[in-house]
């Protein structure tokens, strides 16, 4: 479906008035605020093909409806979202879940919805239909040669899809692990690992980046092959410069001071970027910012103090990613709040006084710094956030507008009751 421009206008006309009032407000308090407007609005930040439909959990998959059947569905979906909060420019494949059958239609059909194709992702954590050899006891680690080179053809499958679609780099997440003691060896385990990225590595384009994402326990539960940012980093470093760690904010034990971890990867010039959700327990994969806003603004803080120290640009000098998975609520819904989430965050990181915390970071003065991180993210940012959707043309209230228009119904009603998305 087609989103049309008079329900936008419309929509923005009727809360203006709402709106100024509360700019209007929030502009005459910050001093920076021209420059905070024009950072937002640069600011994207890429929507998983696997996060449109419905997720599950590993107890059931209650599945919504008007879900997108194939891959060029996907692309509208994502397209309606960026239509409305101008911030969702781009889309993050992954293969075999949506293999770009004809690559010049769909590069075609991204560019009429103003998207770009992020980041590729691999997937050897299923057995797909067909396959010689099954991942159940890892892809790139494996005890058996065949298995690996299974695994790395895979990876050098998707980088060629990816460059037919003008990507530039490859998440690669592994589920290696072992379940009990004594099942591997790790030291082989790491070797294998570290010898088949190499091979991926090594059919990577001049200028693309390999992102090696990281995750604690699950689907193994005694070890994990990238367990951590550690282990992600002596992979990311004895591969070379095109690779980097990938923070999923999910991936972490419990309490984790992922703010710290990321601001030490920055300086190492080694992170890559994020998958963006929120969890209370493991890898809930909740809508980020549902249940730590505050680690975020935190998370924020620290990347925009990195990026500036090394003249970064913060809107395309890391990947910004979502990923997330939408048991309960509206996909599409769930994906603008969380695109919102992220900007509040954003926002509200760039009202921090760096000058100011510097001073008294130097004098030790504990309360002060806590003062002024505390009173950043304390100021509703939500205004500035807005207008820099309206100045772009998106909607004022993204939410709001997908409700009374009943988006959803027009999806209905043009994909079925029954459709269901490929993916989780
Ligand atoms: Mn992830």
């Not at 895979?154 to 592994?174: D, F, P």
């Not at 939408?326 to 990181?349: F, G, R, T």
């Not at 309206?390 to 999806?411: E, H």
């Amino acid at each position: 479906m087609v989103l049309q421009q008079t329900a936008l206008d419309q929509h923005n006309q009727q809360h203006f008035a709402g709106h100024k009032r509360k700019i209007d407000f929030l502009a005459a308090d910050i001093p920076q605020y021209a420059s905070v407007l024009e950072k937002l609005k640069a600011f994207q930040i890429a929507i998983p093909s696997w996060a449109l439909g419905t997720g599950g959990t590993r107890f059931g998959r209650f599945a919504g409806a008007g879900e997108p059947r194939c891959i060029e569905e996907k692309l509208e979906d994502v397209g309606l979202l960026h239509k409305l909060n101008q911030s969702s420019g781009s889309i993050s494949l992954h293969i075999p879940w949506d293999i770009p059958a004809n690559p010049a239609a769909l590069k075609e059909l991204a560019q009429q919805h103003h998207l770009k194709f992020d980041a590729v992702n691999s997937n050897t954590f299923q057995d797909q239909p067909g396959a010689a050899h099954s991942y159940k006891y890892g892809s790139l680690q494996h005890v058996d040669k065949a298995v690996r080179k299974q695994a790395i053809d895979h990876n050098i499958e998707v980088i060629k899809h990816g460059i037919a679609l003008g990507s530039e780099a490859l998440s690669v997440w592994l589920a290696d692990g072992s379940c009990f003691p004594g099942q591997l060896n790790f030291r082989n385990a790491f070797n294998n690992t570290l010898e088949s990225l190499h091979e991926i590595y090594d059919a990577l384009p001049d200028h693309w980046k390999v992102f090696v994402e990281y995750k604690a326990f699950e689907p193994n539960f005694y070890s994990m092959s990238v367990g951590d940012w550690g282990q992600s980093y002596l992979y990311a470093s004895k591969l070379g410069d095109k690779a980097l760690t990938l923070v999923d904010l999910g991936h972490h034990l419990p309490n984790a001071n992922i703010e710290q971890i990321v601001a030490l990867l920055l300086n190492e010039k080694k992170l890559a970027g994020f998958h963006f959700n929120d969890s209370k327990y493991g890898d809930d994969d909740l809508t980020v910012g549902s249940i730590n806003p505050y680690q975020l603004f935190l998370i924020f803080n620290e990347l925009i103090e990195g990026m500036d120290a090394r003249q970064m640009n913060h809107a395309k000098d890391l990947g910004w990613m979502i990923d997330a998975s939408h048991n309960v609520k509206d996909p599409l819904e769930d994906l603008l709040q969380s695109v919102e989430a992220i900007k509040i965050a954003y926002a509200q990181a760039l009202l921090v006084d760096t000058d100011a915390l510097r001073a008294a970071q130097v004098q030790n003065d504990v309360t002060t710094c806590q003062e002024i991180l505390q009173t950043a993210y304390r100021t509703d940012v939500r205004p500035i956030v807005a207008e820099a959707r309206l100045q772009l043309g998106g909607a004022l209230d993204p939410i709001s507008f997908f409700r009374t228009n009943k988006v959803r119904a027009q999806l209905i009603s043009e994909r079925g009751a029954n459709a269901v998305a490929t993916g989780l």
